[in-house]
């Protein structure tokens, strides 16, 4: 065992009893290598990542890579999702110099923590132009023993360039209605019109995107952008990216048409998409966005919820290869592990399960063939669209009876790290879709998440953890993300249950926003607090890439924080955020769709709508909250309690009418007339193509 052993991230913990002496990130491994003058070899990786698994069985594992790493260099393994500061300040200086970043990430440091050389995966010997792993090491010590002087320079001009490369935030101001017209142009412009999605292979879910047209469409009626969401939609949830069986959504799909995903299921996709998909299904009604949303979110409950009510982080890609069907009973897997190997079929492995006639039909249904769509004469099961009606029994049947068998497949591994972030962002998707669908059971699953990150991630300060493991709270202070993302899915939790301890608690959160994270002259957002470990640079990036930056999470939780309360200081700080949305938005819009999003809401007011009932139990008084949380105004907050009720500062001075259920909907410092009636609020806040009846 090296010094990993008993951290809690399961990625250090995978590299634990490497024969490398692996340090974690700590002020003692800086100075061990000043003591030693040698320079640090920084990896940075996650649990789920297929070439961070190649690259430590091929080099990590091996003994003499081992032996030479431990004699002249310190190195230092990073969990990029336990600390996404470490992992941004590097990845920028990797992609500054050469292009391009990825993971494993692999940066050489001087003692000092300035890097002076940088890659991602090595192989163990040249391949395709790369240097073999003992080559770079070999060349990099080297290079330390008797060019210091010019190593050193070069990790003082990085570090210096580095501190130089500012941000242009544009100015103070949000986004008006041309800079928002001016991003769905461009966003109309990278659309594949064929195949949905934006760009070409490898195609990522545009989540915050779609968020943003959704929203574009509620305020404008913009068809073209409803079409693009929509559009998305199905061909992501007929793809191979979509797990046909169990639900959830794999991390990318690595061609055009969404058919080979990278087989990664990741807490924040799914939980991005669910709240996508229920939002599409509250726009339009659409049957499939329903089924989508919820497969998604019985997904994240059923195979990511841990024991102490959190969401785990990750399902790895790879699994163990199934043994033959004659050595089974026997052998069970065949100890290879192989990237899509829990997922995919044969029509040799349909026949077995489900005999030949409907084995015919699987293979037609999900789009499984002789020559395969995958590796190996295997198919990722997909929907394509074709011709003809299925028997819906018959396919509810198979897909049981492969479920079933796919269940007794040498499961992925899970990484089981409650990471703050994206359990807030897991909250917000599980409190709404159980909202929508009448749930409860959903709603409490956020419930849970949300008790486990104020009883254990908070300290009595309101501070963050960024993780735990087990019950157990990491060491890492939370960053901008997990505040802003936390506090977002706190204000979701808050509207849903009409309970104001979440309103609180999002209050207590965002303090720390405005108290750590922002600069106070300019309203500019930081990914790191003032006060947190000083880095070769204070990492700041606004925009949008797998989650919402913390900087776009931040104003989008201000902006409705301020909704609910009337807290200016909470309005001005979001509108200052936004303005780099202002100066991004028109010329990235891919990357910044979270920002978009929320500058859509800022413009439309958020409205905010108070629901006063005589009681919490009143069926016309609930119907009348469902009614608020479908409208379709972009970012609308709700407050739901009864008369004279304290929960929620939106319900001050709002009486019943007629001792009936009541709604008042304001934006903008006016209010409407108060209603009795579901219809005409649903007007006021925009109802989509939903029905009531869910």
């Not at 991230?9 to 003692?28: G, I, M």
């Not at 199934?322 to 050595?327: H, I, M, Q």
């Not at 493991?469 to 808050?494: C, M, P, S, T």
């Amino acid at each position: 065992m090296n010094r990993l052993a008993g951290v809690t991230s399961p990625y250090l913990l995978q590299h634990a009893d490497n024969p490398v002496d692996w340090w974690p990130w700590r002020p003692e491994a800086f100075e061990e290598a000043k003591r030693r003058d040698v320079p640090v070899l920084l990896s940075v990786g996650y649990s789920a990542c297929h070439w961070c698994h190649v690259m430590a069985h091929e080099s990590f594992e091996d003994q003499a890579t081992a032996d030479y790493l431990n004699e002249h260099f310190v190195s230092v393994k990073v969990d990029r999702e336990e600390r996404p500061d470490v992992d941004a300040v590097y990845m920028e200086a990797v992609q500054a110099a050469t292009g391009q970043g990825g993971w494993p990430m692999t940066v050489f440091l001087t003692p000092d923590a300035e890097p002076f050389y940088f890659g991602t995966y090595f192989p163990p010997e040249p391949r395709h132009g790369m240097p073999s792993f003992p080559q770079v090491l070999e060349g990099v010590r080297q290079a330390w023993a008797t060019r210091r002087e010019e190593v050193t320079d070069v990790a003082g001009k990085i570090v210096r360039d580095l501190a130089q490369r500012e941000i242009g935030y544009g100015d103070t101001q949000a986004p008006g209605e041309d800079e928002l017209a001016q991003a769905l142009l461009g966003l109309t412009r990278e659309y594949d019109p064929q195949r949905g999605g934006f760009g070409g292979a490898p195609k990522f879910p545009p989540s915050m995107v779609l968020e943003f047209l959704l929203r574009h469409q509620a305020r404008t009626g913009s068809e073209g952008a409803l079409q693009m969401a929509r559009d998305t939609c199905e061909r992501m949830a007929r793809g191979g990216i979509y797990d046909q069986l169990g639900g959830g959504f794999a991390r990318y799909s690595v061609d055009r048409d969404w058919v080979v995903p990278h087989f990664e299921k990741m807490l924040y996709d799914n939980a991005l998409l669910c709240r996508v998909y229920a939002h599409l299904w509250r726009a339009t009604g659409s049957e499939l966005a329903r089924r989508v949303a919820l497969e998604t979110a019985d997904f994240m409950v059923r195979e990511l919820r841990t024991d102490e009510g959190g969401f785990a982080s990750a399902l790895d890609a790879d699994s163990e290869e199934e043994a033959p069907r004659e050595a089974r009973p026997r052998e069970g897997g065949t100890g290879r592990h192989v990237e899509g190997a829990y997922y995919v079929w044969t029509p040799e492995q349909l026949r077995e399960v489900l005999g030949d006639a409907d084995a015919e039909l699987a293979a037609q249904y999900f789009g499984v063939t002789e020559e395969g769509t995958f590796e190996h004469g295997a198919s990722v099961l997909q929907l394509p669209q074709q011709e003809g009606v299925f028997d819906a029994e018959r396919i509810e049947s198979v897909r049981r009876r492969l479920l079933e068998r796919r269940a007794e497949r040498p499961a992925p591994g899970r990484d089981d790290k409650i990471v703050a972030a994206w359990n807030g962002l897991a909250i917000a998707a599980l409190a709404e879709t159980g909202a929508y669908f009448d749930r409860p059971d959903l709603v409490e699953a956020a419930v849970g998440a949300a008790d486990l990150l104020v009883r254990l991630h908070m300290d009595e300060h309101a501070a963050l953890a960024r993780t735990s493991k087990d019950g157990h709270v990491g060491a890492n202070a939370g960053v901008l993300e997990d505040y802003a993302d936390v506090a977002e899915g706190l204000l979701a939790l808050a509207s849903v249950t009409g309970e104001g301890v979440w309103l609180d608690f999002a209050g207590l959160l965002l303090d720390h926003v405005l108290d750590r994270f922002t600069d106070p002259e300019s309203g500019a957002l930081f990914d790191t607090a003032a006060d947190a470990e000083k880095l070769i640079r204070r990492p700041q990036d606004p925009t949008d890439n797998a989650t919402p930056s913390g900087w776009s999470a931040a104003a989008g939780a201000l902006l409705g924080y301020a909704a609910h309360t009337g807290s200016e200081a909470h309005r001005t700080a979001a509108e200052k955020a936004l303005g780099v949305v202002r100066a991004l938005g028109p010329r990235v819009p891919r990357f910044i769709g979270w920002g978009l999003a929320v500058a859509e809401a800022a413009l439309d007011g958020p409205r905010e709508v108070a629901v006063v009932a005589p009681s919490l139990a009143d069926e016309a008084a609930r119907a009348l909250h469902r009614t608020a949380l479908l409208g379709t105004a972009p970012g609308a907050v709700v407050a739901y309690g009864t008369e004279g009720g304290e929960e929620f500062p939106l319900l001050a001075g709002r009486p019943l009418v007629d001792g009936a259920p009541t709604a008042y909907v304001c934006r903008h410092f006016t209010c409407d007339a108060p209603t009795t009636d579901p219809e005409r609020l649903r007007d006021a806040l925009g109802g989509g193509g939903t029905a009531l009846g869910g």
